[in-house]
T-cell receptor, first 115, second 115 residues
Framework: GDSVTQMEGPVTLSEEAFLTINCTYT??????LFWYVQYPGEGLQLLLK?????DKGSNKGFEATYRKETTSFHLEKGSVQVSDSAVYFC??????????????FGSGTQLTVLP | GAGVSQSPSNKVTEKGKDVELRCDPI?????LYWYRQRLGQGLEFLIY????????KSGLPSDRFSAERTGESVSTLTIQRTQQEDSAVYLC?????????????FGPGTRLTVT
């Protein structure tokens, strides 16, 4: 079945450091890929998405590129801020369009950014 | 507009009791999903509804778990004879018809503690 493997945390960085959170997946067909973020005390929010190979999703300075050859969707940010402290989840949906399908999530990576 | 809402936000119950968790999706969203998030883990898919029907119940962990949805709106997740391993945050999400189905909007969750 489908699965998502995420870089284990927790990750602690200083403000303005470069961030990479690794994510690889196993799926049949052509899944869509997502990063969700969960800020302390809040619900899950969609951060960015990519629906086909070589697509780059971006939002709030974060980027991730859908790499089919390496089955990866690594999250990057060039300069993190204290406000980026949160738990980040990589997820996939098994079809790129059409009917609704459940998301398969990675285990989450806790990011703490220190001032 | 209002987002996905869930109630109660917290529920403490004794082992063996039944509980009902409620989800109000975003108005107009035809797809509704239930997930479970155990402490320190990713989200585990439970069930999804398209309209009032549930084409995929594969994630329900046992026959103690059931869910229904009425009027393409509110959904209730019922756990009978609760066990301690049922303790988790139960998250509801909804998505809209058409190409926007890929994006799921999450509620704040119900934290269930079984003592």
């Amino acid at each position: 079945g489908d699965s998502v493997t995420q870089m284990e945390g927790p990750v602690t960085l200083s403000e303005e450091a470069f961030l990479t959170i690794n994510c690889t997946y196993t799926a049949t067909g052509y899944p869509s890929l997502f990063w969700y973020v969960q800020y302390p005390g809040e619900g899950l929010q969609l951060l960015l998405k990519a629906t086909k190979a070589d697509d780059k999703g971006s939002n709030k300075g974060f980027e991730a590129t859908y790499r089919k050859e390496t089955t990866s969707f690594h999250l990057e940010k060039g300069s993190v801020q204290v406000s980026d402290s949160a738990v980040y989840f990589c997820a996939l949906s098994p079809f790129s369009s059409g009917s609704a399908r459940q998301l398969t999530f990675g285990s989450g990576t806790q990011l703490t950014v220190l001032p | 507009g209002a987002g996905v809402s869930q109630s109660p936000s917290n529920k403490v119950t004794e082992k063996g009791k039944d509980v009902e968790l409620r989800c109000d999706p975003i108005s107009g969203h035809t797809a509704l999903y239930w997930y479970r998030q155990r402490l320190g883990q990713g989200l585990e898919f439970l069930i999804y509804f398209q309209g009032n029907s549930a084409p995929d119940k594969s994630g329900l962990p046992s026959d103690r778990f059931s869910a229904e949805r009425t009027g393409e709106s509110v959904s209730t997740l019922t756990i009978q004879r609760t066990q301690q391993e049922d303790s988790a945050v139960y998250l509801c999400a909804s998505s809209s018809p058409g190409t926007g189905r890929l994006e799921q909007y999450f509620g704040p969750g119900t934290r269930l503690t079984v003592t």
